[in-house]
């Protein structure tokens, strides 16, 4: 190693790179024997990056979180499937007023990562970066239903994370019911739709939202089930893209 490297440094963000290729996980036995690292050594790391939240653990492995996004940094499989669906995204409102987006689970938010609007007289105030609540927006209904952080979670630990036990029990389960979720817009006459976005193995990776335009959420109800079916379609786009290269693969 060069005289100027700081090992641990080093060392995390070997940790971290290993991670971001592993798709279910990975466990401490397997991090020691793949970094070929010290079981000390790997725990202090994790417990590191845990704190940071820029890895997450469930049950007894390991994954990639988004708060790298707040040091500008994103993992790898959202950089893939940020190119994949651009171009779906941009075909599905084309010819509308619609604003369509790439959201990220965090830490206690959802990060807005890409935003595509083809009408040029309703852009968005929505832009990169840009945070949803868990509990007030479509997409972090989704992430409450879908993401295992909260799937997972214990009355105690929800009530720690600041939410209200049976409130995120009741958004799980009308969200997981219909498939998609529904919230306000940034005005009254607009409304966000979200579908999850699940890898191979079915973890939540991100979430598609439309914000729909001229729409009341109580009344429109066929319109949001109708653009909800369409957001599913791009969603989906990923898996069964993987499916096809499997078939072709075999």
């Given amino acids: ?24 996980g990975m466990s401490s036995l397997e991090l020691e024997e793949t970094l070929k690292l010290p079981r000390s050594s790997v725990f202090r790391l994790l417990k590191t990056l845990l704190n940071q939240s820029l890895i997450n653990k469930r049950g007894t492995r390991y994954y990639i979180d988004n708060g790298m996004h707040a040091l500008g940094g994103i ?9 994949e669906l651009a171009a779906p ?8 007023a619609h604003v369509a987006m790439l959201c990220i689970p965090a830490s206690d938010c959802v990060l807005v990562q890409d935003v595509v609007c083809m009408d040029s007289t ?43 036990t ?28 979200s579908v999850p976005v699940l890898s191979k193995s079915g973890e939540l990776l991100a979430m598609l939202c439309l914000l729909i335009t001229n729409t009341n959420i109580k009344t429109d109800t066929s319109e949001l089930s109708h653009w909800s079916t369409q957001l599913k379609l791009v969603a989906s786009l990923p898996a069964r893209e993987y499916l096809t290269d499997k078939k072709e693969a075999g």
């Fill in 166 to 193: 049976f409130q995120v029990s009741k958004i799980s389960a009308q969200t997981c019911t219909r498939g998609y979720a529904v919230s306000a817009g940034l005005s009254d006459q607009q409304a966000f739709i």
């Fill in 122 to 164: 309703s852009m968005s105030l929505i832009r990169p970066g840009y945070r949803l609540s868990l509990l007030e927006s479509a997409p972090g209904h989704i992430m409450l239903a879908y993401h295992s952080r909260y799937r997972e979670m214990s009355d105690k630990n929800i009530t720690a994370n600041s939410l209200d």
């Fill in 75 to 83: 993992s790898p499989t959202i950089q893939l499937y940020q190119s």
């Fill in 89 to 96: 995204l941009a075909e599905l409102v084309e010819h509308t």
């Fill in 1 to 24: 190693m060069e005289r100027y490297i700081i090992p641990s440094v080093y060392q995390a963000i070997q940790l971290y790179r290993v991670l971001a290729r592993a798709e279910r």
